[in-house]
C-alpha cells in the first residue's frame, strides 16, 4: 500500500511557497522604540492589521511562529479550491452526457498532477502574504514564537517588544480527538492532507461539517471511495436544513457513503492496512480504509502565549473579547478565528478593520462593533450553499416571528435550461414586512449571488424594492428577484383584489 503520509513535495512550488511564507535566512530586526501596535499572527486578520496600520504610518510589528498567510494560504482556501476546481471540472465532464455532449471512455484524473497544480497556484498566490512584502510594507516582521513577558512587551525569538496597544491573531488548528489507536494508525487534517502526491483509493472522513463535506466531495470526484462519517443525523449543523438535504441527496447521488448517526471509535493497523471502527446505535463495524481524515472542528492557538500573565481570559473557544474586539485587558486585542464564532477569511479581515479603528484610534469617542457586521459564508461544494444573516432554525430559537419567501430553480429558466435545477434561494423577511433577516442560497456559484441579499440587509434594502431590480435574462439571479415579487403579491389581499375587479368593471 502507497505510504501517504510524508513531509511536503520538495518540487519548485513548494518550495517558492516556503521561501515566501517561513524563509529559512530571516533575520529579526532590532526592536526600537515602542510600537503603536504588535500583532502576533500573520493568518488573514493579523496581514491586514499589520498592513493598514503600517500605511497608516504607525510602528508596527508582526509575528509569526509558523508560515505566514496562516490556514487561508497554506492549508485552508487556496489549497482546497485549487483541488475543488479540478474535482469540479471531473462532475462537468460527467454531466456533460445530460446535455447530449458524449464523451467516450473512462475519466483519466491524474491526481499528481492535479495537486502540482494546487501546488503551483498556492505559491504563485504566497508573494502577496510574505515576509519581504511585508517588511517592505514597513513592518518589522519577527519569524518565531510569541509570549507576552510584561504588561507592555512580548518577547519573540530572545528580544523584547514594547507595545502601546497589541493584538492577537493567532489562529486555530485542526481539532484532533483522543481516539484509541488514532497516533499509531495515521490520520490526516485540513493541515497535512494537501501534502499527498497519490490519491487513497479508499478514504474514511470523520465529520460532516463544511471541512468534511468539500473534501469529501472533491476526493470521490477524483476517484477516491469515501465513507463520510457524521455522529448526528445530518450534514452542516449550522445550515439551513433544507439546504444540508440538497447537498446529502447530491452526494449520496454520486456514490458517497455518508454514515449519519455513526461515531469513530478506535482504529488500529492490521498488515498496513487501516481498520476504522465505528458504531451506530450500539452496533459495532469494521472497515478498512487507506487514510483517514479528520473534519470534527477547530481549537483555538493560545498555547505558550502566557495570556494568563497580563489578564487575558480565554477558554476552549478562544480568546473572549467584547463587541470592540477587545480583551479583559484594555490594551490588548484579539480577532480573527482565535476568538469569532465565524471562522472564515472574510469575517477576520473586516474583523481586523474594527480592531485598527479601535485600537490605533483608541482616542476617537465611537467605537465599532464586530457584532453589527453582516456575514456571509459559502460552503464549495457542488451545490454550493451560501448563507447570510438570521436562518429559520435561529428564528425559532430567538422567538423572532418570521415569513419565508423560496422560489425552487426548478421554476428557474436559465436553471433548466443548464440543467442545474436541484437548490433554490429562500428569503426570510421581518413577520408582516419585507425587511430582509437573512438568506439562503443553494447553487452552483450561490457564493457569488448571495451578495446581492448581503448587499440588500447592509444598505437595508427592502425584498420589495428587490423586486424592482431589472435583472439579466435568463440568469439564475433571477431567482433573488422573483422571491421579491412573490412577498409584492401578499400585498394584493382579498380585499384589494374585489375593491379592483370592482373598479375594473366601472371602467369598461
Not at 482504529?267 to 481498520?275: E, L, P, V
Not at 485598527?356 to 456571509?376: A, Y
Request: net charge neutral; glycine share 10%; aromatic share 8%.
Amino acid at each position: 500500500m502507497a505510504n501517504f503520509f510524508h513531509e511536503w513535495p520538495q518540487d519548485e512550488h513548494n518550495q517558492k511557497w516556503i521561501e515566501n511564507v517561513k524563509p529559512a535566512d530571516w533575520v529579526n530586526p532590532t526592536p526600537s522604540g515602542r510600537y503603536n501596535m504588535v500583532v502576533i499572527g500573520a493568518g488573514t486578520a493579523g496581514l491586514v492589521t499589520a498592513a493598514a496600520c503600517a500605511g497608516l504610518g504607525a510602528k508596527v510589528a508582526l509575528i509569526e511562529k509558523n508560515m505566514l498567510g496562516g490556514d487561508c494560504l497554506n492549508v485552508g482556501c487556496v489549497p482546497s479550491k485549487a483541488l475543488l476546481r479540478a474535482a469540479h471540472a471531473v462532475q462537468d465532464i460527467e454531466a456533460a452526457k445530460t446535455l447530449g455532449v458524449r464523451i467516450e471512455g473512462n475519466i483519466d484524473v491524474d491526481f499528481g498532477a492535479v495537486m502540482q497544480r494546487m501546488r503551483r497556484v498556492r505559491s504563485d498566490i504566497s508573494p502577496h502574504d510574505s515576509a519581504a512584502r511585508f517588511r517592505d510594507l514597513g513592518v518589522d516582521v519577527f519569524l518565531g514564537e510569541a509570549s507576552f513577558s510584561g504588561s507592555d512587551t512580548v518577547s519573540v525569538g530572545g528580544q523584547t517588544l514594547r507595545f502601546k496597544k497589541a493584538v492577537i491573531a493567532s489562529g486555530a488548528r485542526a481539532f484532533v480527538p483522543p481516539l484509541p489507536g488514532l497516533e499509531e494508525t495515521g490520520y490526516l487534517t485540513n493541515e497535512t492532507v494537501f501534502n499527498l502526491t497519490e490519491r487513497p483509493r479508499r478514504m474514511l472522513v470523520v465529520g460532516g461539517g463544511p471541512i468534511g463535506c468539500e473534501l469529501a466531495q472533491a476526493f470521490h470526484a477524483l476517484g477516491s471511495e469515501i465513507t463520510l462519517v457524521e455522529a448526528s443525523s445530518n450534514l452542516l449543523g449550522r445550515e439551513d436544513p433544507d439546504a444540508a438535504a440538497v447537498l446529502t441527496q447530491a452526494m449520496q447521488n454520486s456514490g458517497v457513503d455518508i454514515r449519519f448517526g455513526s461515531k469513530f471509535s478506535k482504529a488500529w493497523n492490521d498488515n498496513g492496512a487501516k481498520m476504522v471502527e465505528l458504531e451506530k446505535d450500539g452496533q459495532k463495524e469494521t472497515i478498512e480504509v487507506d487514510a483517514i481524515l479528520l473534519a470534527v472542528g477547530r481549537r483555538p492557538n493560545v498555547e505558550g502565549l502566557n495570556l494568563e500573565s497580563v489578564g487575558v481570559e480565554y477558554d476552549r473557544r478562544g480568546v473572549k473579547v467584547d463587541e470592540t474586539l477587545r480583551t479583559t485587558n484594555p490594551s490588548i486585542y484579539a480577532c480573527g478565528d482565535i476568538c469569532l464564532p465565524y471562522q472564515f477569511t472574510h469575517t477576520a479581515d473586516f474583523a481586523a478593520r474594527i480592531v485598527i479603528r479601535n485600537g490605533l484610534f483608541s482616542f476617537l469617542p465611537t467605537k465599532q462593533k464586530w457584532t453589527d457586521l453582516i456575514i456571509p459564508w459559502c460552503t464549495y461544494t457542488r451545490p454550493e450553499i451560501a448563507h447570510v444573516g438570521l436562518g429559520e432554525n435561529e428564528a425559532i430559537e430567538k422567538g423572532i416571528e418570521y415569513d419565508v419567501y423560496q422560489k425552487s430553480f426548478k421554476d428557474v429558466d436559465r436553471a433548466l435550461a443548464d440543467g442545474e435545477t436541484e437548490g433554490f434561494v429562500k428569503i426570510i423577511t421581518q413577520k408582516g414586512s419585507d425587511k430582509i433577516l437573512g438568506g439562503v442560497i443553494v447553487a452552483n456559484h450561490a457564493g457569488d449571488m448571495i451578495n446581492e441579499i448581503t448587499l440588500a440587509m447592509k444598505k437595508k434594502i427592502s425584498l420589495g424594492s428587490i423586486a424592482g431590480v431589472i435583472h439579466p435574462y435568463p440568469t439564475k439571479a433571477e431567482a433573488i428577484r422573483q422571491c421579491g415579487d412573490l412577498y409584492n403579491k401578499t400585498k394584493l389581499t382579498p380585499g384589494k383584489k374585489r375593491m379592483l375587479s370592482k373598479i375594473w368593471r366601472w371602467m369598461r
